[in-house]
């Protein structure tokens, strides 16, 4: 158990419904990251939370959301899902803006 | 744009024997490296890092060398074991700015064979 806790392991929804990943960083971690692996691809950085606050966007969709909440827990909202959305949904987290990320099991989501 | 390539998407050795996993980047503006490992259904989990101003880092069985001219770097892992058995990402990062985002290579499948 790394100390990061993703929420649910597997997800399978239709085109066009929306979803929401959650992500339970290490005890007193600070940042939280999103990545997405698709197939055959490597981890994609989507965007990064540092106490709340929205740092840094990588490869993320409009369709895509995410926010850190005040108990530092962590949701990516993905809406108007498409079939290439299809991927593992990853979450690491760092005590501050450091390398030292922990990822946490990731989410499966399956479009149909 | 791949900015970080492992152009090997597997690589099988013995058990005992040299495991090198190969990563090559086109950004010249990365300055720290890390590999992770990663098991099927888990996360992936830190192994070892090394940052631009040194050539190479040695962490027990596992060594990264830097070669910065060339622009490519490789993790050795020595004697390979069967529990190395699993898919390596190397990964890059560019100093500065207020996150830490990694670019991850797509991965290499190692399999240390009994």
């Known amino acids: 158990d790394s100390g990061v806790t993703q929420t649910p392991k597997h997800l399978i929804t239709a085109t066009g419904q929306r979803v929401t990943l959650r992500c339970s960083p290490r005890s007193g971690d600070l940042s939280v990251y999103w990545y997405q692996q698709s197939l055959d691809q490597g981890l994609q950085f989507l965007i990064h939370y540092y106490n709340g606050e929205e740092r840094a966007k990588g490869n993320i969709l409009e369709r895509f959301s995410a926010q850190q909440f005040p108990d530092l827990h962590s949701e990516l909202n993905l809406s108007s899902l498409e079939l290439g959305d299809s991927a593992l949904y990853f979450c690491?987290?760092?005590?501050?803006?450091?390398?030292?990320?922990?990822f946490g099991s990731g989410t499966r989501l399956t479009v149909v | 744009d791949q900015q970080v390539k492992q152009n090997s998407p597997s690589l099988s050795v013995q058990e005992g024997r040299i495991s090198i996993l190969n990563c090559d980047y086109t950004n010249s503006m990365f300055d720290y490296f890390l590999w992770y490992k990663k098991y099927p259904a888990e996360g992936p989990t830190f192994l070892i890092s090394i940052s631009s101003i040194k050539d190479k880092n040695e962490d027990g069985r596992f060594t990264v060398f830097l070669n910065k001219s060339a622009k490519h770097l490789s993790l050795h892992i020595v004697p390979s074991q069967p529990g190395d058995s699993a898919v390596y990402f190397c990964a890059a990062s560019v100093r500065g700015g207020s996150a830490r985002q990694l670019t991850f290579g797509s991965g290499t499948q190692l399999i240390v064979l009994p």
């Open positions: 690491a987290s760092s005590q501050g803006q450091s390398y030292g990320y922990t």
